[in-house]
């Protein structure tokens, strides 16, 4: 349904959240933590009457936010807003998940690494709540809720851990694009293949984008995009000599920033560089998601 594998510690959490809740796994989390599983586990929730009815489109969009690329997907989501949402972030559809990343669905665009499985994004969000908990009773049950995690991960195997977990992932990013996640390709170091950097940082494409956007006349939008389009073209040239992560950099640039005038050209580098780098379920989630885009969840 969703063109990636699910590893083991995607049903650990339903199970720890069932061991809590039988009735309702999806929302044991909710009074403690303010969260409900989400997404995915929406199918084991039982939400869908009739999940083979459902089409690719409604799949690939339920709880992406704007700023989610498709290498993201939710499992976690604050009740309530249309805040923070954590989701395995993975750089090949084919591949385990590389950790779980927190995202918003606000105008900040970063996707940061928050923990090594599903069940230990759980004591993620508890340090944090418990570093500005003032409650007693609360604190105490926040600690309680991370000793039952580390039980259940003991039981079965499982490692938490929720500090450096992209220590390996870094050691393979070619490039940081306005994400901050990092793009991983392949790359023949000794052959210089695979990757070339854009000619501008990441501080100066911004600042070009953000020309572009704030333009006051179609001519001197014109006048801006015509950098851009140069750079467009460099990527063209990388594509044709097997350098597919450039045109990567460039398009995560343009998602992250966020500005729908990018879309028309998103539409085509985006999944372009997906397809060379032999990830075609993502081409196909990000032209779903660029034509219904929104800033807050979609159920």
Request: net charge negative.
């Amino acid at each position: 349904m969703y063109g990636v594998p699910f590893p083991d510690d995607f049903f650990h959490l339903w199970d720890f959240c069932y061991e809590r809740s039988a009735a309702s796994p999806k929302d044991a989390l909710k009074s403690l933590l303010g969260v409900s599983l989400a997404g995915p586990y929406d199918f084991l929730a039982g939400l869908f009457a009739d999940p083979s009815i459902l089409s690719v489109k409604s799949v690939h969009l339920h709880c992406r936010c704007y700023f989610d690329p498709p290498e993201f997907l939710t499992l976690l989501a604050e009740v309530g807003t249309d805040g923070q949402h954590w989701g395995y972030f993975r750089d090949h559809p084919d591949g385990e998940p590389d950790f779980v990343a927190v995202s918003s669905c606000q105008a900040e665009s970063h996707l940061l690494p928050a923990a090594n499985t599903a069940l230990a994004t759980l004591v993620w969000i508890s340090d944090r709540l418990l570093a500005r908990e003032k409650d007693k009773a609360t604190a105490k049950a926040l600690r309680k809720l991370q000793e039952e995690v580390q039980e259940y991960a003991t039981r079965h195997g499982c490692a938490i851990a929720v500090k450096s977990v992209d220590r390996v992932r870094s050691r393979k990013v070619v490039a940081r694009p306005l994400n901050r996640i990092g793009i991983v390709v392949p790359y023949d170091k000794k052959q210089d293949i695979g990757y070339r950097p854009l000619p501008l940082t990441n501080g100066k494409l911004k600042a070009l984008l953000d020309r572009i956007v704030d333009s006051k006349t179609p001519e001197e939008r014109d006048r801006n995009g015509d950098e851009l389009q140069d750079i467009v073209t460099c990527v063209q040239f990388a594509n044709d000599e097997c350098d597919y992560g450039m045109g990567l950099e460039l398009a995560m640039d343009l998602f992250a920033h966020g500005s729908p005038l990018f879309h028309s050209m998103l539409g085509h580098l985006l999944p372009t560089a997906y397809e060379l780098l032999g990830r075609d379920i993502y081409a196909k989630i990000i032209k779903i998601h660029l034509a219904n885009r929104t800033k807050s969840i979609q159920v």
